[in-house]
């Protein structure tokens, strides 16, 4: 069973800014909790995100155990969007659409991601029991880290 999730949030930042943020594999070490071990393993990725990029990735999404991750950038619409998809990794399917509409606020990026676990039956179970609430509890860490950084009050 394939499922969705949807995230939006409200960016006090530039269009430049927040792209270049978002674009950068390496700062997704920043705005993964520090207990998933999250470490993003391809050096070449300084550059600008391009289609076809490759990025790999070590994460330990469940009691400690370490996987790999590999993503594909399948889509970049340079400062609009980007699409990054699994190739290997914990999900039977996963499919990442990154959007940025800039408003008078800033920016709203929305995140639209589409997955499916594997293993049947044994997935749909994994998913109510707890992927479903893991997903949710990066996310909202995801959230308070981009508050804090683009949305804190300077004083």
């Not at 490759?54 to 609009?80: A, C, E, F, G, H």
Request: glycine fraction near 4%.
């Amino acid at each position: 069973m394939r499922y969705k999730l949807l995230r939006e949030q409200q960016l006090n930042c530039d269009l430049n800014t927040a792209w270049d943020f978002f674009s950068s594999p390496h700062n997704l070490e920043k705005i993964t909790p520090k207990e998933m071990q999250f470490i993003v393993l391809s050096k070449d990725n300084n550059h600008t995100i391009y289609e076809g990029q490759l990025i790999n990735y070590t994460v330990s999404p469940i009691l400690k155990i370490q996987m790999k991750w590999r993503t594909r950038i399948t889509q970049v619409d340079p400062n609009i969007s980007f699409t990054d998809f699994q190739e290997q990794g914990p999900y039977k399917y996963w499919n990442h659409f990154h959007e940025f509409l800039p408003n008078e606020k800033g920016v709203l990026i929305k995140d639209t991601i589409t997955y499916e676990l594997p293993f049947g039956i044994l997935g749909t179970i994994a998913h109510q029991l707890f992927v479903k609430n893991k997903l949710n509890k990066i996310f909202k860490y995801r959230f308070e880290v981009l508050e804090k950084m683009f949305n804190r009050v300077k004083s």
